[in-house]
């Protein structure tokens, strides 16, 4: 999330080219969930899991590697990160579809267990952002990059060794083609999940933008400093995760339909004050404030679903519903780079806030959505 975005300017000095980087790390995961999460079912949710880990690991290490011995052109620093990321996306599919059955095992509620599985991941974007900031201008943002290489590993050791099996693998007499028919047609067919989909599909292709090329341009133009990009992020990482947790221990008690869009409401206006290029600590009080109310919304989507989606169509479906989810991420990539660079940073914002607006309002209207509330029973 830091690392490669700062290597990028700092190598090129290109918003647009920081865009174009942004855009092939979305592409591939769009083009991995919409057919791997048949793959996923088939070959097994842990086993996938701990494939896609030891595969991005070796594909990001591949960068500081060619870097710092034979070179490395931007065309292929581009394909580098396309296959970390086609080769990512299973891996969260298939972690994705684990989770309840862990959940079962474990004796909680889907809520809890969601938010806590997005807590972990809220305290990683506390954390890592400010380490990787710090380190960048420590080490360099090539050197970062083994670390990061390194942290797939882990994970992929983790999951050897601590995770059970978790659902069987679907049966195989089927046809590829035809289980990843049905999981799209499980998606077009439910108005909740296909509602929830189109939805977060807007809103990702507007907000996506904001870590990959919109603060690194920030944080370079205004602050100058890799480190306070990195306590940036944090903040909202912060923010997040302090939402999450609250969500967990109380969530299954908030009515799902409002706690959804009033935190879609909320978390859009970090946009709105960063037009104002307020002084530093504002600014990393604002991202705390939206990352407060974006810390429910990925929780409550993924128990609404986990609870819709039949367990041996976990892979095929949820890999549906994030290729949908993420399918304009790299086209919003690719405009804001560009944006940026023959406009300003500040209109580019101006124009990400208003969408973000328009869409989140729309949601008050959204008839859909009553469905939630009765999704569990």
């Known amino acids: 999330m830091i690392a490669v975005p700062w290597f990028v300017l700092e190598t090129t000095g290109s918003a647009a080219k920081t865009g174009l980087v942004g855009f092939f790390t979305a592409l591939p995961a769009v083009i991995a969930t919409f057919f791997g999460g048949t793959i996923v079912d088939r070959v097994g949710h842990k086993k996938m899991s701990i494939i896609s880990d ?18 490395l052109e931007f065309w292929q620093l581009l394909v580098l990160v396309f296959f970390s990321a086609l080769l990512d996306a299973p891996g969260s599919t298939a972690r994705s579809s684990l989770l309840p059955d862990i959940a079962l095992a474990s004796d909680i509620n889907l809520e809890k267990a969601n938010a806590y599985q997005q807590a972990t991941r809220r305290g990683a974007a506390l954390v890592g952002p400010v380490a990787a900031g710090m380190l960048i201008g420590w080490i360099g943002s090539s050197n970062v990059l083994w670390l990061d290489a390194f942290t797939f590993l882990i994970s992929a050791i983790i999951f050897v060794l601590a995770i059970p099996s978790g659902a069987a693998k679907a049966a195989t007499e089927s046809r590829y083609i035809d289980d990843l028919k049905e999981g799209f047609n499980f998606m077009r067919q439910n108005r909740l999940i296909l509602s929830l989909v189109i939805t977060v599909a807007i809103t990702n292709f507007l907000d996506a933008p904001l870590f990959s090329v919109v603060l690194p341009v920030y944080a370079k133009i205004i602050f100058e400093d890799p480190a306070k990009l990195g306590i940036m992020v944090s903040g909202f990482g912060a923010g997040a995760m302090l939402g999450t947790l609250i969500f967990g221990a109380i969530g299954d008690r908030l009515p799902r339909r409002q706690t959804y869009v009033f935190s879609f409401l909320l978390v859009g206006l970090p946009f709105w004050a960063l037009l104002f290029t307020p002084p530093f600590p504002i600014v990393v009080g604002i991202m705390f404030f939206g990352g407060i109310f974006a810390g429910p919304i990925n929780p409550l989507i993924m128990t609404v679903a986990q609870e819709n989606i039949p367990a041996d169509m976990r892979g095929r479906v949820f890999g549906m519903t994030s290729a949908g989810a993420f399918v304009a991420v790299p086209l919003g990539m690719l405009i804001a ?11 580019t914002i101006l124009i990400i806030a ?20 009765c999704s569990g029973e």
Not at 338 to 343: A, H, Q
Not at 356 to 373: D, G
Request: hydrophobic share 50%; net charge negative; glycine share 10%.
């Open 54 to 71: 030891i595969g991005s690991g070796v594909t990001v290490a591949l960068i500081p590697l060619l870097y710092h011995t034979v070179g």
């Open 337 to 347: 780079g560009y944006l940026v660079e023959f406009t300003s940073i500040k209109f």
């Open 354 to 373: 208003a969408g973000y607006l328009v869409v989140t309002i729309t949601q008050v209207f959204n008839k859909s959505l009553e469905a939630m509330e």
